[in-house]
Nanobody, 116 residues
Framework: QVQLVESGGGLVQPGGSLRLSCAASGFSFASYEMSWYRQAPGKERELVAAISRTGINTNYADSVKGRFTISRDNVKATVYLQMNSLKPEDTAAYYC?????????WGQGTQVTVSS
């Protein structure tokens, strides 16, 4: 079955960096677009970044452009989110997502807290 397992979250000071990973299994990873979403308390889940099957095409939310980078390793079946210049407003649970056969799959999420 499809499994997405995020890791790499934690507590970081403003201006710091984190790298999130999402390890995928149970499907042909290289055949599917992947994306990262986040959800802060009391807010709706929002798209952070997405990456095409080959990794050539990416897109980002305006709020993270120039600070976050999405990438993927199709051999390791893993998608990454490099987050630099973190701000308190980046605090949220971060989820990876894929859509396969019309069904949406989410990981369990990893918490990112940006605070001094």
């Amino acid at each position: 079955q499809v499994q997405l397992v995020e890791s790499g979250g934690g507590l970081v000071q403003p201006g710091g960096s984190l790298r999130l990973s999402c390890a995928a299994s149970g499907f042909s990873f290289a055949s599917y677009e992947m994306s990262w979403y986040r959800q802060a308390p009391g807010k709706e889940r929002e798209l952070v970044a997405a990456i095409s099957r080959t990794g050539i095409n990416t897109n980002y939310a305006d709020s993270v452009k120039g600070r976050f980078t999405i990438s993927r390793d199709n051999v390791k079946a893993t998608v990454y989110l490099q987050m630099n210049s973190l701000k308190p407003e980046d605090t949220a649970a971060y989820y990876c997502k894929t859509v396969r056969g019309g069904r949406i799959y989410w990981g369990q999420g990893t918490q990112v807290t940006v605070s001094s």
